[in-house]
């Protein structure tokens, strides 16, 4: 395949966005090739924690032309969505490329098409869909390595369930869904004594309001669509992930699970919070989300100095024949959502069609 011209539209990426905008591309006569760093479709979701549970129900959890094959008002494990991920590349039929991590992207003015490396393969494209994801970096602090070695460190990424973590005293450091959600496991357990470590708790809404689940509710309030343009930034569409059906601010004031203040440093002593306070645990847990990784475009003008994708609703605006798909705040509050990035797949594959 070297030097050879892949496909009218090269996908880089293979999960959820990737697959989405490479059925909508189907759709419209065009067959793209989908160059994934995973081994198997849905690698990314088997390889999170046992427990998780989606908190969006299944019938807000469909990519276009497959309905989620599970009871509407029912949560789906990661292996469900793994499971659905993998069936629904099948079912349509899309190229996907397994183990081919893309390492570089260019751009050749000369032949008017993209360099992309992966390893010692190399292919072209005349047009690219970058649809990594929005998971892409686990983010510590730069203090995190200032720890002593008998404090067991892992990143929220890295937790599977109760049996990996080390001795007794526990301190998770974020308190978003992952955080929450890792905190109440260990609760549960009597093995562990639970510290959770936040500044102030990002908003809670019940899973279910009034018999309908809360997603009900978003999409009857315009939540889910409330875009970067009405919202006056990404950051502002986003906004702070709410706790859905969390039970952590309960176990918090029950004493069940300790708070702690914000952790600033961390040195051979423990872990030093804004108070004050300093934490000797155990096993320290990361639940400090994760960054986008652009380092790898190597094309001038893409990346702003930021490092993210200079874009008008997922289209480039260096190259109008490269697209970003799959991250917080592409145009909704929706847009990094396994059952909402459907939107921005079938307007972006409109836009490269007519390129």
């Known amino acids: 395949m070297t030097g050879s011209v892949t496909a009218a539209v090269t996908v880089i990426g293979g999960g959820q966005a990737g697959l989405a905008v490479a059925r909508c591309l189907q759709r419209g006569g065009i067959e793209p090739v989908v160059l994934d760093a995973a081994v198997k479709v849905g690698d990314s979701w088997r390889h999170r924690y046992d427990s998780l549970r989606l908190f969006t129900p299944a019938q807000y959890d469909s990519l276009p032309d497959l309905a989620f094959p599970a009871p509407r008002d029912s949560y789906p494990s990661k292996d469900d969505v793994a499971t659905y991920l993998a069936g629904y590349a099948e079912r349509f039929g899309i190229d996907i490329r397994s183990g081919c991590r893309v390492d570089r992207l260019t751009w050749s003015a000369e032949s008017s098409t993209f360099g992309l490396t992966s390893g010692e393969r190399q292919f072209e494209a005349s047009t690219v869909v970058v649809a990594t994801g929005a998971l892409q970096v686990p983010w510590r602090p730069a203090f ?33 869904n992952s955080g929450g959600q890792i905190a109440e496991e260990l609760a549960a357990n009597d093995m562990f004594d639970v510290t959770i470590s936040f500044g102030e708790l990002p908003k809670r809404f019940p899973q279910r309001l009034l018999g309908r689940d809360i997603f009900w509710w978003f999409q009857r309030w315009g939540v889910m669509d409330r875009t970067r343009e009405n919202a006056g930034s990404s950051e502002a569409a986003v906004g702070a992930v709410p706790l859905i059906g969390s039970q952590l601010p309960k176990l918090v004031k029950t004493g069940q699970v300790r708070r702690a203040s914000p952790i600033v440093d961390a040195d051979h002593v423990g ?61 909704t509050k929706g847009s990094a959502f396994l059952g909402f990035v459907g939107r921005d797949a079938e307007h972006i594959a409109r836009r490269l069609r007519a390129v």
């Open 271 to 331: 872990l030093h919070a804004a108070d004050g306070t300093t934490h000797r645990p155990d096993t320290v847990i990361w639940a400090t989300g994760y960054r986008n990784d652009f380092t790898w475009i190597d094309i001038p003008d893409v990346l702003d100095e930021h490092g993210q994708p200079r874009h008008d609703r997922g289209i480039s605006t260096t190259k109008s024949n490269l697209a970003f798909i799959g991250l917080p705040g592409l145009h």
């Open 144 to 176: 995190a390595p200032g720890l002593t070695s008998d404090v067991a460190q892992m990143h929220a990424a890295d937790y599977r369930n109760p049996a990996c973590v080390v001795g007794r005293r526990v301190l998770i450091v974020g308190a978003g």
